[in-house]
T-cell receptor, first 112, second 111 residues
């Protein structure tokens, strides 16, 4: 039973436009959410996080939105750049758990 | 600059061999993790450790064991490698309830 779901295996976006990556979760105990980016043959790198006390967090071109009632979060990248082409993972954790629970990832392709 | 270092980028081992994957972090983190990543399956947790000599099973511990004798080092052991353990192995470390930092990954092929 997947507690964190990324339903789009891949997404293709034109350079300069907005990329929106989505993530849904089922466990209402999750209170901290993170996005990671992964290039082939490298480990994931942390991008941005959000606590459940917020509904938005922004860092440069990256913004994460959290909708607790819908159990949904999204990552917006604007403007999209070729270097953003990677696999993006969302992850979640709760106060009672040391672990991060991961989604399956979305492969983002930025077209020139 | 934070650093998680995995001992090998690429490994090729034979079926039945005992395989050791080493991971070292220099951030004094309590938590350390071993994941494997397979296409379409995301990151699956094999084992994690929240303190020296402590270990907890993750989602897929079968066929693996771990060792954490020192805070900075977390080893993953494949007791008898099999072809279905061919994968990308990722080590990570974190403070409690914060983002995890990953090593560069080890691509293991079992033939």
């Amino acid at each position: 039973d997947q507690q964190v779901k990324q339903n789009s295996p891949s997404l293709s976006v034109q350079e300069g436009r907005i990329s929106i990556l989505n993530c849904d979760y089922t466990n209402s105990m999750f209170d901290y959410f993170l996005w990671y980016k992964k290039y082939p043959a490298e480990g994931p790198t942390f991008l941005i996080s959000i606590s459940s006390i917020k509904d938005k967090n922004e860092d440069g071109r990256f913004t994460v939105f959290l909708n607790k009632s819908a159990k949904h979060l999204s990552l917006h990248i604007v403007p999209s750049q070729p270097g953003d082409s990677a696999v993006y993972f969302c992850a979640a954790s709760s106060d009672s758990n040391y672990q991060l629970i991961w989604g399956a990832g979305t492969k983002l392709i930025i077209k020139p | 600059d934070v650093k998680v270092t995995q001992s090998s980028r690429y490994l090729v081992k034979r079926t039945g061999e005992k395989v050791f994957l080493e991971c070292v972090q220099d951030m004094d983190h309590e938590n350390m993790f071993w994941y494997r990543q397979d296409p379409g399956l995301g990151l699956r947790l094999i084992y994690f450790s929240y303190d020296v000599k402590m270990k907890e099973k993750g989602d897929i511990p079968e066929g693996y064991s771990v060792s954490r004798e020192k805070k900075e080092r977390f080893s993953l052991i494949l007791e008898s490698a099999s072809t279905n353990q061919t994968s990308m192995y990722l080590c990570a470390s974190s403070l409690v309830r914060s983002e995890a930092f990953f090593g560069q990954g080890t691509r293991l092929t079992v033939v």
